[in-house]
C-alpha cells in the first residue's frame, strides 16, 4: 500500500527518517510530496487536486509539515476526503492544535485540567497586580521558543513596555501568559495514537535551566503507560478529535495540568528516550483507517 506524506525533507528530518524507516519494515511505500508540489483547480460541477499538472487522487495522506500551506491544503483535504481519501488528522482541527489560545478553550469546554491563561498583543492585558511568577511565551511558538519566565505580572508588563510589537504584512504574534509552577515543576511529553498512549516521558532542562525541551537541551527519562499523565493525554487527544498528537503535560505534585496538543508534534526525541517507534503506530492506524 502507498501512503503519501506531505512534508519537507529539511524540516525536523529525524521524525522523517523514523516514517521512512518504519514503512519499509512494514512494506508499505511511502510517497512524499511537498506542499508546493499540489495545486487544485475548482470548477462548476468538481474540483480536482494536481500533482505537478496531473490529476493526483492518493489512498491515504498524512500531512506533516503544511502550516505555512494551509490556505491551499485545507481545500485540497476537503477535496481528497469527498472522493474517499483516508486523511489521518483533521486538518482544521490540526491548526488549533497549532494555537495556545484555541488549545485553552478545548480544554476549558472539555473539563480538563489546565492552567488559566492570558492572551495578548504587547503588553496589552496584562495585569499588572497578579501576584506570583508568570510564564510567557507566544501562542504559535513551537520546541520552547521564546519562552520566558518573570517573578511577577509587573515584571512582564515592564518588559513587553519596552518591547516592539514584531508584525509581518500587519499581523502580530499574540503572546500567551501563565502562572509559573515553578522549579518543581515536571514536564510530561506523550505521544499518542489511535486514542491510545503509545510513549510517554519526563523532559528534564539542563542544570540551570527552566526549558525542557529536548530540542532546547532537555533530558528525556521513560514512564510506564500506567502513569496518570498517560490518561489525561488520552483525553486530550480525544477533545481535539485527532487521530494521534504529542501532548504536554505539567504536574506539581499530584495534581496533572495539560499544556498543549500538537498534531504536527515531532516525535523522535520519544522514540529515543522510549524504544518506542511512534512512527510505526501512526502507520499501522493508517493501515487500519483505509481497510
Known amino acids: 500500500m502507498e501512503i503519501v506524506l506531505l512534508s519537507y525533507s529539511n524540516v525536523l528530518t529525524p521524525n522523517l527518517d523514523s516514517f521512512r524507516s518504519s514503512a ?84 476549558q469546554l472539555a473539563k480538563l485540567p489546565f492552567l488559566q491563561s492570558q492572551f495578548f498583543y504587547g503588553n496589552a492585558g496584562i495585569e499588572p497586580d497578579e501576584p506570583g511568577e508568570v510564564i510567557v511565551k507566544p501562542i504559535f511558538g513551537a520546541q520552547g521558543r521564546d519562552i520566558r519566565f518573570f517573578k511577577d505580572s509587573e515584571a512582564a508588563k515592564q518588559f513587553f513596555d519596552n518591547e516592539e510589537v514584531v508584525q509581518a504584512d500587519l499581523i502580530a504574534e499574540p503572546f500567551l501568559s501563565q502562572a509559573d509552577l515553578g522549579p518543581y515543576v515536571i514536564d510530561y511529553r506523550a505521544s499518542v495514537v489511535g486514542g491510545k498512549c503509545v510513549a510517554l516521558m519526563t523532559r528534564i532542562p539542563e542544570v540551570g535551566a527552566r526549558i525542557a525541551n529536548i530540542a532546547q537541551g532537555g533530558t528525556g527519562s521513560p514512564l510506564p503507560l500506567t502513569h496518570p499523565a498517560a490518561r489525561l493525554a488520552e483525553q486530550a487527544l480525544a477533545a481535539f478529535d485527532l487521530d494521534y498528537a504529542g501532548v504536554d503535560i505539567l504536574g506539581l505534585g499530584d495534581d496533572l495540568f495539560v499544556s498543549e496538543v500538537d498534531a504536527w508534534a515531532g516525535f523522535a526525541g520519544i522514540e529515543k528516550v522510549t524504544g518506542i517507534s511512534v512512527s510505526t503506530e501512526i502507520l499501522k492506524l493508517a493501515i487500519e483507517k483505509s481497510q
Not at 65 to 75: E, G, H, R, S
Request: glycine share 4%.
Open 24 to 107: 519499509q519494515k512494514l512494506g508499505l511505500t511511502l510517497l512524499e510530496i511537498e506542499p508546493h508540489q499540489l495545486s487544485l483547480v475548482v470548477a462548476a460541477d468538481s474540483s480536482k487536486v494536481l500533482l505537478d499538472g496531473k490529476e493526483f487522487t492518493p489512498d491515504v495522506v498524512i500531512h506533516r509539515t503544511v502550516a505555512k500551506f494551509a490556505p491551499l491544503i485545507q481545500p485540497i483535504i476537503k477535496v481528497w476526503k469527498a472522493q474517499g481519501v483516508v486523511i489521518l488528522n483533521d486538518f482544521a482541527a490540526s491548526l488549533s492544535s497549532r494555537s495556545k489560545l484555541e488549545t485553552s478553550l478545548i480544554f
